[in-house]
């Protein structure tokens, strides 16, 4: 069993960045961990993601080049650098983990429970 909490959402400037935090407990080895979002009125979509090992990460072309996403395996811990954010960025963000998480589809085994993201122009 997995459990991901996430943490670091708030009200921010357009420009301004924030750090999301996803700390995992439970054993979570070999999973693709991830970031979605969910703005008001719309569907839930794919951000980030990052494999296990940490050398393939994939982005939402909407985000490519402003965030980052990195893990710390040692820390169970999943971050999303997020810089440049723009008032489309507003959302929830959530966490996931899974054997599959990509741009193009994804297999979640796990979801956190979501941190707001509210970025004013």
């Known amino acids: 069993q997995v459990q991901l909490v996430e943490s670091g959402g708030g009200s921010v400037q357009a420009g301004d960045s924030l750090r999301l935090s996803c700390a995992a407990s439970?054993?979570?080895?070999?999973?693709?961990m991830g970031w979605f979002r969910r703005a008001p009125g719309k569907e839930r979509e794919f951000v980030a993601a990052?494999?296990?090992?940490?050398?393939?990460?994939d982005y939402r072309d909407s985000v490519k080049g402003r965030f980052t996403i990195s893990r710390d395996n040692a820390k169970n811990t999943v971050y999303l650098q997020m810089n440049s954010l723009k008032p489309e960025d507003t959302a929830v963000y959530y966490c996931?983990?899974?054997?599959?998480?990509?741009?193009?589809?994804?297999?979640?085994?796990?979801w956190g429970q979501g941190t707001q993201v509210t970025v004013s122009s």
């Open positions: 990052i494999e296990w090992s940490g050398g393939s990460t």
């Open positions: 996931a983990a899974g054997p599959k998480l990509s741009a193009g589809g994804a297999v979640i085994n796990y």
């Open positions: 439970g054993t979570f080895r070999g999973y693709t």
